[in-house]
């Protein structure tokens, strides 16, 4: 039998897709980044390449996400050339249930990969800009021989929509959260409130009270954004806690999508928390608190300025983490594969 290695560039006959990508992952949270194999995406705005890809092209987010290429908790960036003079960068995000509006690991990891690749010539506190459905934002790395260390980013005008609000005959009682945008918006609640730790045995749990607390907020709250519609949507919830190491701030887990669960702290999530936390006094300008996901890894988050936004007092969040790269893959589709496009089984 000759040896598997002499097969290294075997491909079978009558494919009808190739798509290459890069995995990576931001304290534990995926991200599927295609660099060969899509075809053109138009559109002279990162929302109408994302209005394309939906309409047309929603097949390569079901191969990319789904099983038995993905998971139901993977998640993926199409990055492409910038729209507009002002940034370098379009990107739009995709997960098991559509598309998001910004993700916060996504540009800690794609500042990593943009510069180690080689798609930009700028290092080290040289400003990246990426056009993504929520607006502009602007990111940079730290380096040390040529290695991103640490990726920054300045996210878009986050603040607060419903502060206290409360739900009086939840089924688990009176509960009080705060509903913010960071990029998307979030209904933040104390993990306390359902007697449970925020811990990977308790995942399912937060997966299901999610289900049922976005459906009663959706009816009974008004989430609308003041300039874009398709971003007037509750996209996810976060439950908050106590810190593992008492050097951090505090935990959390948020869910988000169709019970996806995101395995780091949350990019817009710590945005949306750092807007509720300035506005209620609790967090200082420049303060950096660094907050923890359900595995222990972290994210830092800092108010850099306070501003406004259509009417309501907002703050610009700096976040920052590290990424890792996980693989380099080609997708294949067999056109007589019955599941060729992807399937979820829960």
Known sequence: MKRLSHISDFTPESLIGNISVIDMHTGGEPLRIPIHGLPEIPGSSVLQKRNYFSQNLDHLRTQLIFEPRGHKDMYGAILSESSSEYADFDVFFIHNAGY???CGHAIIALTKFVIESGLTSKGTQESIFFNVPAGRVEAWAEMQEGKVIDSFFKNVPSYVLHEDAV??????GRLSFDVA???AYY?????????KKIEPANVDFFVEVTRELKALVNSKFDISHPEEPDLSFLYGCIFTGPPEDHANHSRNLCVFAEGEVDRSATGSGVSARAAIHHQKGQLALQQIISIESILGSTLSVQVVEQTSFQGFSAVIPQVSGKAFYSGKSTFWVDPDDPWKNGFLLR
Not at 187 to 195: M, P, S, W
């Open 100 to 102: 998001s509006t910004m």
């Open 167 to 172: 739900l009086e005959d939840s089924p688990w």
């Open 181 to 183: 945008f960071g990029g």
């Open 187 to 195: 209904a933040v609640i104390d993990a306390r409130n359902f007697h």
